[in-house]
Structures are given as structure tokens and as C-alpha cells.
């Protein structure tokens, strides 16, 4: 498959997902600020891995009540989408907005230091 192709039915699902998501009853996904970052789906469609972030709520649970709706979610995915298979979908927590927080988190410590060193040079 073309990677054009496959990075289009990447953005698809990730769009349909957003939707989706907010159809979902399962108080774990419902009352938690669930968000689709990204899918991968595998160059055959049979498999996508879908990265979900959130700003409240338990990771663990919000994860198992995605599990859980799975079969809710792959129907809705197959009648919104017009593939040949409905991939199998597995979910996986997004880091990257912690890891980005952490990253600026250090920066900001070092410039700090920076600074302070700076300022103990002009003081000497």
C-alpha cells in the first residue's frame, strides 16, 4: 500500500475515533476528557493502534473501558469508513504531552541556571 494512502486512512480513523469516543456510555471513557492523538493502522488494515490522552481520570481504567466498548467502537468505525476489513483496535496511552512538559520542564530549570550563573559573574 502507497504511504500516502495508508497516512490518509491513519487521519481517518483518528478523525472518525474523536467522534466516536464521544458516543461512548462507559463512565470511565465519558466522564474523563478522553482525546484520539493518533492511529496506526498496519500497511494490511487487519490491525490499528489507536493513542488516546487525557487530562483527567485514570489511565488504567479509561483504558479498560475502551477495551471494553471495543466492539461498540469497530462497528461504529466499519459503518463510518469504507474499508474492506474493520481493523482489530488496541489502545495504547499517549506520553508524548508528558514527555514535551518534562522536556520544557528541564529547559526551563537549565536557563534558570543559566541565568543564575550569569548573574554571579557580574556580580565577581
Known sequence: MANYRQDK???????EM????REIK?????DAFVTVTSARVSADLKYCRLYFSSLSGDEGEIMRGLRSASGFI???LAER??????PELTFEADKSIEHGAHI???LKKIENERREKGVEENND
Not at 18 to 21: G, R
Not at 26 to 30: H, L, M, N, S, W
Not at 81 to 86: E, H, I
Open 18 to 21: 474523536a467522534k466516536i469516543i
Open 81 to 86: 469508513l469504507n474499508l474492506r476489513v474493520t
Open 104 to 106: 520544557a520542564e528541564v
Open 74 to 76: 469497530r462497528s461504529r
Open 26 to 30: 462507559d463512565p470511565r471513557v465519558a
Open 9 to 15: 486512512i491513519n487521519s481517518a480513523v483518528t478523525e
